[in-house]
Protein backbone atom coordinates (compact mmCIF):
# COMPACT_ATOMS: atom_id res chain seq x y z
CA UNK A 1 0.00 0.00 0.00
CA UNK A 2 1.34 3.24 -0.62
CA UNK A 3 0.20 5.91 1.60
CA UNK A 4 1.32 9.06 -0.11
CA UNK A 5 4.25 10.35 -2.09
CA UNK A 6 6.46 13.52 -1.67
CA UNK A 7 8.21 15.19 -4.35
CA UNK A 8 8.53 18.08 -6.81
CA UNK A 9 5.38 18.66 -9.19
CA UNK A 10 6.95 17.41 -12.54
CA UNK A 11 3.61 18.15 -14.45
CA UNK A 12 -0.06 18.96 -14.21
CA UNK A 13 -2.87 17.79 -16.50
CA UNK A 14 -6.46 18.09 -16.08
CA UNK A 15 -6.90 15.12 -14.35
CA UNK A 16 -3.50 13.64 -12.81
CA UNK A 17 -0.62 14.91 -11.63
CA UNK A 18 3.14 13.43 -11.88
CA UNK A 19 5.36 13.60 -8.87
CA UNK A 20 8.90 12.95 -8.51
CA UNK A 21 9.75 10.28 -5.79
CA UNK A 22 13.18 9.30 -5.51
CA UNK A 23 14.15 9.79 -9.58
CA UNK A 24 10.80 8.34 -10.28
CA UNK A 25 8.19 10.28 -11.93
CA UNK A 26 4.79 8.71 -10.52
CA UNK A 27 1.58 9.54 -12.13
CA UNK A 28 -1.30 10.68 -9.70
CA UNK A 29 -4.83 11.21 -10.85
CA UNK A 30 -6.64 13.97 -8.39
CA UNK A 31 -9.69 15.84 -8.52
CA UNK A 32 -9.08 19.12 -10.12
CA UNK A 33 -9.51 20.31 -6.06
CA UNK A 34 -6.68 18.66 -5.20
CA UNK A 35 -4.67 19.42 -8.67
CA UNK A 36 -5.48 23.47 -8.16
CA UNK A 37 -3.36 23.08 -5.01
CA UNK A 38 -0.14 22.02 -6.77
CA UNK A 39 2.48 24.09 -8.52
CA UNK A 40 5.06 22.76 -11.07
CA UNK A 41 8.18 22.72 -9.84
CA UNK A 42 7.15 23.44 -6.08
CA UNK A 43 7.09 20.30 -3.61
CA UNK A 44 4.22 18.79 -2.83
CA UNK A 45 2.79 15.66 -0.30
CA UNK A 46 -0.11 13.40 -1.57
CA UNK A 47 -1.98 10.89 0.27
CA UNK A 48 -2.47 8.09 -2.03
CA UNK A 49 -4.67 4.89 -2.91
CA UNK A 50 -3.24 2.07 -5.17
CA UNK A 51 -6.04 0.37 -7.00
CA UNK A 52 -4.58 -3.20 -8.08
CA UNK A 53 -6.11 -4.43 -11.02
CA UNK A 54 -5.24 -7.38 -13.10
CA UNK A 55 -4.05 -5.06 -15.65
CA UNK A 56 -3.26 -2.23 -14.23
CA UNK A 57 -2.09 -0.45 -10.79
CA UNK A 58 -3.55 2.82 -10.60
CA UNK A 59 -2.60 5.36 -7.94
CA UNK A 60 -5.18 8.10 -6.40
CA UNK A 61 -4.31 10.98 -4.48
CA UNK A 62 -5.38 13.28 -2.38
CA UNK A 63 -5.18 16.51 -0.57
CA UNK A 64 -5.84 15.03 3.06
CA UNK A 65 -5.34 11.68 4.89
CA UNK A 66 -9.28 12.78 5.35
CA UNK A 67 -9.92 12.34 0.94
CA UNK A 68 -8.52 9.42 1.21
CA UNK A 69 -10.07 8.02 3.65
CA UNK A 70 -13.44 8.50 2.22
CA UNK A 71 -12.08 7.41 -0.92
CA UNK A 72 -11.55 4.32 -0.17
CA UNK A 73 -15.04 3.71 2.16
CA UNK A 74 -16.76 5.05 -0.93
CA UNK A 75 -15.84 1.76 -2.78
CA UNK A 76 -17.09 -0.44 -0.26
CA UNK A 77 -20.66 0.46 -1.99
CA UNK A 78 -22.32 -1.21 -4.58
CA UNK A 79 -21.38 -0.27 -7.79
CA UNK A 80 -18.96 2.33 -6.72
CA UNK A 81 -15.52 2.32 -8.28
CA UNK A 82 -12.46 4.32 -7.91
CA UNK A 83 -14.05 6.27 -10.90
CA UNK A 84 -17.09 7.22 -9.53
CA UNK A 85 -15.20 7.51 -5.61
CA UNK A 86 -12.93 10.67 -7.22
CA UNK A 87 -15.83 12.10 -8.92
CA UNK A 88 -17.70 12.43 -5.65
CA UNK A 89 -14.92 14.00 -4.09
CA UNK A 90 -14.63 16.28 -7.08
CA UNK A 91 -17.65 17.90 -6.57
CA UNK A 92 -18.40 17.14 -2.73
CA UNK A 93 -15.65 17.68 0.33
CA UNK A 94 -15.67 14.10 2.47
CA UNK A 95 -17.78 16.72 4.79
CA UNK A 96 -20.41 17.65 2.17
CA UNK A 97 -20.48 13.77 1.37
CA UNK A 98 -20.45 12.95 5.52
CA UNK A 99 -23.43 15.20 5.75
CA UNK A 100 -25.40 13.96 2.27
CA UNK A 101 -25.21 10.42 3.59
CA UNK A 102 -26.23 11.03 7.48
CA UNK A 103 -29.02 13.25 6.00
CA UNK A 104 -30.21 10.64 3.04
CA UNK A 105 -29.98 13.60 0.92
CA UNK A 106 -30.45 12.35 -2.75
CA UNK A 107 -30.14 15.44 -4.85
CA UNK A 108 -26.60 15.51 -3.03
CA UNK A 109 -25.97 12.93 -4.84
CA UNK A 110 -27.08 12.29 -7.54
CA UNK A 111 -25.37 15.95 -8.36
CA UNK A 112 -22.46 13.87 -9.24
CA UNK A 113 -21.83 12.19 -12.62
CA UNK A 114 -22.86 8.54 -13.52
CA UNK A 115 -25.19 8.56 -10.09
CA UNK A 116 -28.72 8.32 -10.33
CA UNK A 117 -31.69 8.02 -7.41
CA UNK A 118 -31.65 4.89 -6.99
CA UNK A 119 -27.63 3.84 -7.07
CA UNK A 120 -27.69 7.45 -4.67
CA UNK A 121 -30.30 5.70 -2.59
CA UNK A 122 -28.24 2.52 -2.23
CA UNK A 123 -24.87 4.22 -1.12
CA UNK A 124 -27.08 5.82 1.36
CA UNK A 125 -28.08 2.42 2.61
CA UNK A 126 -24.61 0.79 2.71
CA UNK A 127 -22.50 3.72 3.46
CA UNK A 128 -24.90 5.39 7.01
CA UNK A 129 -22.66 3.67 9.47
CA UNK A 130 -19.31 3.62 7.49
CA UNK A 131 -18.85 7.36 6.85
CA UNK A 132 -19.33 8.64 10.31
CA UNK A 133 -20.97 12.25 10.99
CA UNK A 134 -19.30 15.09 10.47
CA UNK A 135 -19.52 17.64 13.61
CA UNK A 136 -22.31 19.53 14.14
CA UNK A 137 -20.97 23.19 13.59
CA UNK A 138 -19.83 21.71 10.19
CA UNK A 139 -23.16 19.93 9.30
CA UNK A 140 -24.59 23.29 9.69
CA UNK A 141 -22.43 25.37 7.77
CA UNK A 142 -22.72 22.11 4.98
CA UNK A 143 -26.72 22.07 4.98
CA UNK A 144 -28.45 23.16 2.25
CA UNK A 145 -24.86 23.65 0.40
CA UNK A 146 -24.32 20.37 -0.22
CA UNK A 147 -25.94 19.93 -3.48
CA UNK A 148 -24.69 22.62 -4.74
CA UNK A 149 -21.32 22.31 -6.45
CA UNK A 150 -19.01 25.39 -7.20
CA UNK A 151 -17.87 24.43 -11.01
CA UNK A 152 -16.44 28.02 -11.96
CA UNK A 153 -14.37 28.21 -8.68
CA UNK A 154 -13.02 24.49 -9.75
CA UNK A 155 -12.53 25.37 -12.79
CA UNK A 156 -11.17 28.33 -12.28
CA UNK A 157 -8.59 26.82 -9.76
CA UNK A 158 -7.72 24.37 -11.89
CA UNK A 159 -6.72 26.49 -14.50
CA UNK A 160 -4.56 28.60 -12.45
CA UNK A 161 -2.81 25.29 -11.15
CA UNK A 162 -1.68 24.43 -14.85
CA UNK A 163 -0.17 28.26 -14.99
CA UNK A 164 -2.68 30.44 -16.91
CA UNK A 165 -3.33 33.68 -15.41
CA UNK A 166 -6.80 34.84 -13.32
CA UNK A 167 -7.60 36.53 -16.33
CA UNK A 168 -7.07 33.63 -19.23
CA UNK A 169 -9.20 31.62 -16.34
CA UNK A 170 -12.14 33.94 -16.59
CA UNK A 171 -11.85 34.04 -20.34
CA UNK A 172 -11.75 30.72 -21.07
CA UNK A 173 -14.96 29.99 -18.29
CA UNK A 174 -16.96 32.58 -20.17
CA UNK A 175 -16.45 30.44 -23.12
CA UNK A 176 -17.36 27.09 -21.65
CA UNK A 177 -20.17 28.67 -19.50
CA UNK A 178 -22.99 27.45 -22.48
CA UNK A 179 -21.68 24.19 -22.16
CA UNK A 180 -22.27 23.96 -18.28
CA UNK A 181 -25.64 25.96 -18.10
CA UNK A 182 -27.09 23.53 -21.03
CA UNK A 183 -25.97 20.87 -18.37
CA UNK A 184 -28.15 22.57 -15.65
CA UNK A 185 -30.84 22.99 -17.76
CA UNK A 186 -31.32 19.58 -18.87
CA UNK A 187 -30.97 18.83 -15.15
CA UNK A 188 -27.37 17.33 -14.90
CA UNK A 189 -24.39 18.40 -12.98
CA UNK A 190 -21.52 20.06 -15.11
CA UNK A 191 -18.59 17.55 -15.34
CA UNK A 192 -15.56 19.79 -13.88
CA UNK A 193 -13.73 17.56 -15.32
CA UNK A 194 -14.90 17.76 -19.26
CA UNK A 195 -15.37 21.55 -18.49
CA UNK A 196 -11.74 21.84 -17.60
CA UNK A 197 -10.74 19.96 -20.80
CA UNK A 198 -12.89 22.31 -22.64
CA UNK A 199 -11.48 25.14 -21.07
CA UNK A 200 -8.05 24.18 -21.87
CA UNK A 201 -8.88 23.83 -25.54
CA UNK A 202 -10.40 27.23 -25.88
CA UNK A 203 -7.37 28.75 -24.34
CA UNK A 204 -5.07 26.51 -27.14
CA UNK A 205 -6.73 28.12 -30.25
CA UNK A 206 -6.90 31.58 -28.86
Request: charged share 15%; no cysteine; net charge positive.
Given at each position: MIASVSGRVAALAPDSAVVEVGGVGVLVHCTPGTLAGLRVGEQARLATSLVVREESLTLYGFGSDDERVVFEMLQTA???????????????????????????????????????????????????DKLGTPDAAVAAALNGKASKPAWREQVHAGLVGLGYSAKDADEAISIVSPEADAELAAGRTPAVAALLKAALRALSVR
Open positions: SGVGPRLALAMLAVHAPNALRVAVAGADVKALTMVPGIGQKGAQRIILELK
